[in-house]
Nanobody, 132 residues
Framework: EVQLVESGGGLVQAGGSLRLSCAAS????????VGWVRQAPGKEREGVSC????????YYTESVKGRFTISRDNAKNTVYLQMNSLKPEDTAVYYC?????????????????????????WGKGTLVTVSS
């Protein structure tokens, strides 16, 4: 069974930091790009960041550039999102996602032209709340 389990969310004051983790199992982790997608209350889901299978050039949505850093440890089947200088507008449920249903040739890459970088299989999410 494919599983993506997020952790690390919580309540933090503006300006603070959190590190989210996504533990993956049930598939060949090294073959897949992994993304972080968030959904704020009352808003649509938004692609936040994505990293390719080979740890190549990561992508970030404009609002988090310079503050968030995505990384992966293929030996641990885990992806991280380091979030610094958090703002109240970063408050959201953060989901880890992979392009599980994509054709094999697209699974290793972040597809910048598609919604959520082409991610289509989600974890259950972890809540991040940033207080002002």
């Amino acid at each position: 069974e494919v599983q993506l389990v997020e952790s690390g969310g919580g309540l933090v004051q503006a300006g603070g930091s959190l590190r989210l983790s996504c533990a993956a199992s049930g598939f060949t982790f090294d073959d897949f790009a992994v993304g972080w997608v968030r959904q704020a209350p009352g808003k649509e889901r938004e692609g936040v960041s994505c990293i390719s299978s080979d740890d190549g050039n990561p992508y970030y949505t404009e609002s988090v550039k310079g503050r968030f850093t995505i990384s992966r440890d293929n030996a641990k089947n885990t992806v991280y999102l380091q979030m610094n200088s958090l703002k109240p507008e970063d408050t959201a449920v953060y989901y880890c996602a992979i392009p599980y249903y994509s054709p094999r040739e697209y699974r290793s890459s972040c597809l910048q032209g598609l919604d959520y970088y082409g991610m289509d299989y989600w974890g259950k999410g972890t809540l991040v709340t940033v207080s002002s």
